[in-house]
């Protein structure tokens, strides 16, 4: 389980002071809702570690992340733009989250084929990601999760609006993803989304952040 107590957080020259209390647990999806500029991405990058609180404390299965550094945390982040290495195909992109020699070959190699297939990306192993239009980049980065998740480096996913440059029915195919990806591996996944939809179809919990404060609904 995901547990946040009484983080604080404060841009510098700004007058919002962010203050988050939440938990989200292993096996679920945790949606996350609020008007643009509310402090969405910020709760992300805290828990990431891209951002360090200025009071408070954050865990996952009771062992504290504070101190820890990005690259040594359990989680994963797929953000509204992909994070993709533009000048390497499809398949390397998504290696890389497990193994960062990307072999041409072997158990790793495998493991991303099959994402991209989950993903709907089976044959497009060898395109670069600048040859693949922005749906398809989004979900390159979304098999990226998803391996990282399977081999247990990253069990934890957060998804910054992944979705909104996505056709519906690929949108609904990767919702039903995700809901399968927290369910049969026991992720705990954070879901930012400004769409209501998206958290009726899967959402197990949802919170809105109000005035800087997240709120359970």
Known sequence: MLILESVAFQYPRTATTYSFDMQAS?????AITGKSGCGKSTL?????????????DIYW?????????PAARPVTTVFQR???????????????????KIPSYGIDYDAAAEALALVGLAGFEKKRASQLSGG???????AR????????KAPLIQFDEPFSALDQATREQMLSLVKRLATTHQCAILM????????DAIADARYEIRDGRLFSL
């Not at 292993?26 to 945790?30: D, L, N, R, S």
């Not at 299965?61 to 550094?69: A, E």
């Not at 999760?145 to 247990?152: C, F, G, I, K, M």
């Open 136 to 142: 398809q980049q989004q979900r390159v980065a979304i």
């Open 82 to 100: 992909n994070n993709l290495f533009e000048h390497r195909n499809a398949i390397d992109n998504v290696i890389v989250g497990i193994n960062p």
């Open 192 to 199: 930012v989304t400004h769409s209501i939809a998206d958290c």
């Open 145 to 152: 999760a998803l391996v990282r998740a399977t081999a247990d």
């Open 61 to 69: 299965h009771d062992q504290p992340l504070n101190k820890l550094t």
């Open 26 to 30: 292993a096996g679920a999806v945790t």
């Open 44 to 56: 992300l990058d805290l828990i990431a570690g891209f951002q360090q609180p200025g009071s408070g």
